[in-house]
């Protein structure tokens, strides 16, 4: 989902980058919780590691039917560790670096940080919290809970951050609209259960390995 | 040195171990073909709509400086690295501006 340099028009862009530097600057004074507590200086070396593992597996492209292939995004997961803030810090950060590379283009930097870190990252852990709060009802163990939750949210946010991509790219005028945003909700229909199965299994890990590594169980209300 | 060793042994220790499978995995899905070399979502709907030359002859407005790696298997190592050094600077840089703001506070 990384829209690539000269794809979108100029007034998308700046609107774009304007909204994502807002929630950054937001974000960060926002995310004073995550530095609070004693374990914090504990917590940055675990911050870079998990930076670098969604680095790895957005560079993963594994097979979809259809001569396609997709990536995990990360955005639900980091945000479901370390908080919607620092999430979309942290996905800045791997567009900043991929677009070095020349995946993802410059300056879409704040469109596509809008997609995966705002979209993916802040609207997806806001329905993980969601779904945790109905399965709250249940008798459900903690871990089980936030892990469907966040497939779900992952899944969810993935295909929401499609249909937003998918209007974005046709603002330009030369993909239209009717074909745009159904190819790309299509398709990420698909992408999205990769991205669902990789998120709970990373974030059932973490809660049999370290789950005070999960930031945000009191945002959640789990 | 050895405090600092001694004090974040296990930490270390563990991104240690998670980087070191980060690259054997990468090292291990390239040459197996595991990785998939097709088009992703938002590519298949360009290339669908406008055809791959289109896509191909979009005009960006600067050179990514890396993109010159050809070997994506150099590229990804590089890449996880550069991640892991800038996310912690970044983080490490953020806690002692927030420390920083509370002494003021504190003081004034």
């Known amino acids: 989902m990384h829209l690539p340099d000269g794809l979108l028009d100029p007034i998308t862009i700046v609107v774009l980058w304007i909204i994502t530097i807002v929630f950054m600057i937001f974000g960060y004074f926002k995310m004073n919780n995550l530095f609070k507590n004693a374990e914090s200086d504990r917590l940055i070396p675990y911050i870079g590691v998990l930076a670098a593992v969604i680095f790895a597996f957005q560079f993963v492209n594994y097979p979809i039917p259809g001569g396609t292939s997709g990536h995990l995004v990360g955005g639900t997961l980091v945000a479901v560790i370390l908080g919607p803030w620092a999430s979309l810090i942290v996905l800045f950060l791997i567009l900043v670096v991929q677009s070095l590379f020349g995946d993802g283009g410059i300056t879409v930097l704040g469109a596509n940080a809008f997609n995966m870190g705002i979209i993916g990252g802040i609207l997806g852990f806001y329905i993980v919290v969601l779904f945790v709060r109905?399965?709250?009802?249940?008798?459900?163990?903690?871990?089980?809970?936030?892990t469907l939750s966040t497939a779900i949210g992952a899944y969810i946010s993935i295909v929401l951050a499609a249909l937003i991509c998918g209007i974005e790219i046709s603002l330009n005028g030369i993909i239209s609209i009717q074909v745009a945003v159904p190819a790309m909700v299509f398709w990420h229909l698909f992408i999205g259960i990769g991205e669902a199965v990789i998120s709970a299994l990373i974030v059932y890990y973490i809660y049999k390995a370290k789950p005070d590594f999960i930031t945000t169980e009191a945002i959640m209300g789990v | 040195?050895?405090?600092?060793?001694?004090?974040?042994?296990?930490?270390?220790?563990?991104?240690?171990?998670?980087?070191?499978?980060?690259?054997?995995?990468?090292?291990?899905?390239?040459?197996?073909?595991?990785?998939?070399?097709?088009?992703?979502?938002?590519?298949?709907?360009?290339?669908?709509?406008?055809?791959?030359?289109?896509?191909?002859?979009?005009?960006?407005?600067?050179?990514?400086?890396?993109?010159?790696?050809?070997?994506?298997?150099?590229?990804?190592?590089?890449?996880?690295?550069?991640?892991?050094?800038?996310?912690?600077g970044l983080f490490n840089l953020m806690k002692y501006l927030r420390n920083k703001r509370i002494t003021r506070t504190h003081g004034s």
């Open chain 1, 134 to 146: 109905l399965l709250n009802h249940t008798s459900l163990k903690k871990e089980i809970k936030v």
């Open chain 2, 1 to 88: 040195m050895n405090r600092f060793i001694e004090k974040y042994k296990k930490t270390l220790l563990y991104t240690s171990i998670i980087i070191v499978l980060l690259i054997v995995v990468l090292a291990i899905g390239f040459p197996l073909g595991f990785l998939s070399g097709d088009p992703d979502g938002l590519e298949r709907t360009i290339i669908d709509s406008q055809g791959e030359t289109w896509l191909e002859t979009l005009e960006a407005f600067w050179y990514p400086i890396l993109s010159w790696i050809e070997n994506e298997y150099i590229a990804g190592i590089i890449g996880l690295l550069l991640t892991l050094a800038i996310a912690i």
